[in-house]
Every structure is written in C-alpha cells, then in structure tokens.
T-cell receptor, first 115, second 109 residues
Framework: EAGVTQFPSHSVIEKGQTVTLRCDPISGHDNLYWYRRVMGKEIKFLLHFVKESKQDESGMPNNRFLAERTGGTYSTLKVQPAELEDSGVYFC?????????????FGPGTRLLVL | AQRVTQPEKLLSVFKGAPVELKCNYSYSGSPELFWYVQYSRQRLQLLLRHISRESIKGFTADLNKGETSFHLKKPFAQEEDSAMYYCALRGDSWGKLQFGAGTQVVVTP
C-alpha cells in the first residue's frame, strides 16, 4: 500500500511568488492534516480536514495560506504571496480512525525555501 | 496553555549504554502522549503511544501524570537508534498533534 505522498519534494521561490503544495493521503483515509516545521522550531499544526470539510484550521498562520481538499481525496496548500518566514518543511499526514486508536501517517514533507 | 517540552536538542550516547529522552507537558485535561521518530532520509513515524503501554524496538515510555512527564527510555542503545525523536501530545480523543522541538540522538560505536 502506498503511503502518504507529497509533491513537490523541494521548492525554491522568490518572495511574493505563489507556491502550491500537494498531498495525496493513503487511500480511504478521511482525515488529512497539514503541519509545518519552520527552521529551528517545532513541528506545528496547520489544519485538519475530515473528507472535504475543514475540521480545524486554528493553526493557519494568516490569510496568505489557503488549503483545499476537493472531493475529499488529495489536498493542496497554496501560499500566496510567499514571505521569507514561510520557509520550512511542510508535512502532510492522514489517518483512518477516529478516537483513541487514531494513528497519523506522515508524508515525506515538502521543503520550501523562499528567497 | 498546552505545551510539550523536550529539553535536550542533542543526546550523544555510546552503543550499549542506556538512553533516556525527556519530555514534559502541560495540559489541563488528560492528554494522549506519543513518541514519533524520524530516521535519516525517512518520514516521521509513530514509535509508541502511552495508551498502548507497549515496548517498541526496546523503547518504553511511562506517563507520569504527577510529574507531567513522558520520558522515553531504552536500556541498551544501538547504532540504528540514531534519529530525531519527537514527543507529541493530543488533547482531544483524536485530531491535531502538538509536538516538542525534538531531540537528536546519536549513538556512537
């Protein structure tokens, strides 16, 4: 079974440009999460989809970030316009269960560098 | 406020020596605690969770509610244990994880 996949693996853009990150969860997983690790800091939660609905978007830093999950399958995270402080590693995770048995499976991450 | 603290950024141990990674948390209710591990060039993966009370790859972790700690221990470190270890907390029964800053473990022969 394929794991969580993310595209691209790396992205280098200039300040002010737009970048779109994609996450394909494990097939059948209703829960999809976005996290990010900014340089030198801890991994922080961004938002949580259940199918196509945003369950929790309390971690989204500002309105330059837009996440979508059309059809409840893959998800995209768009940063527009990108700022220097957006550089970091963006992780996606998915899970099938709810409750105490939930296990989140992580993708390899997308390394974003904003110059 | 909800917080996970891993005081050690780097832990260097010799092969065969015991290793203990510290994790302290603050949360007003009864959280669920996890240890995640990221080996070199691999993705983040779950190592163990407190609710399972199991030993994985020789590692154990006990939730101490009095001290609000969830330290990870292994009696005899192996070279393949070299990795980045993250302690994480989940406040609700499911949903977002809150991570500590991580501890890099280096096991030298």
């Amino acid at each position: 079974e394929a794991g969580v996949t993310q595209f691209p693996s790396h992205s280098v853009i200039e300040k002010g440009q737009t970048v779109t990150l994609r996450c394909d969860p494990i097939s059948g997983h209703d829960n999809l999460y976005w996290y990010r690790r900014v340089m030198g800091k801890e991994i922080k939660f961004l938002l949580h989809f259940v199918k196509e609905s945003k369950q929790d978007e309390s971690g989204m830093p500002n309105n330059r970030f837009l996440a979508e999950r059309t059809g409840g399958t893959y998800s995209t995270l768009k940063v527009q316009p990108a700022e220097l402080e957006d550089s970091g590693v963006y992780f996606c995770a998915s899970s099938q269960q709810r409750g105490f048995q939930e296990t989140q499976y992580f993708g390899p991450g997308t390394r974003l560098l904003v110059l | 406020a909800q917080r996970v603290t891993q005081p050690e950024k780097l832990l260097s141990v010799f092969k065969g020596a015991p290793v203990e990674l510290k994790c302290n948390y603050s949360y007003s209710g009864s959280p669920e605690l996890f240890w995640y591990v990221q080996y070199s060039r691999q993705r983040l993966q779950l190592l163990l969770r407190h609710i399972s009370r199991e030993s994985i790859k020789g590692f154990t972790a006990d939730l101490n509610k009095g001290e609000t700690s969830f330290h990870l221990k292994k009696p005899f470190a192996q070279e393949e244990d070299s990795a980045m270890y993250y302690c994480a907390l989940r406040g609700d029964s499911w949903g977002k994880l809150q991570f500590g800053a991580g501890t890099q473990v280096v096991v030298t022969p």
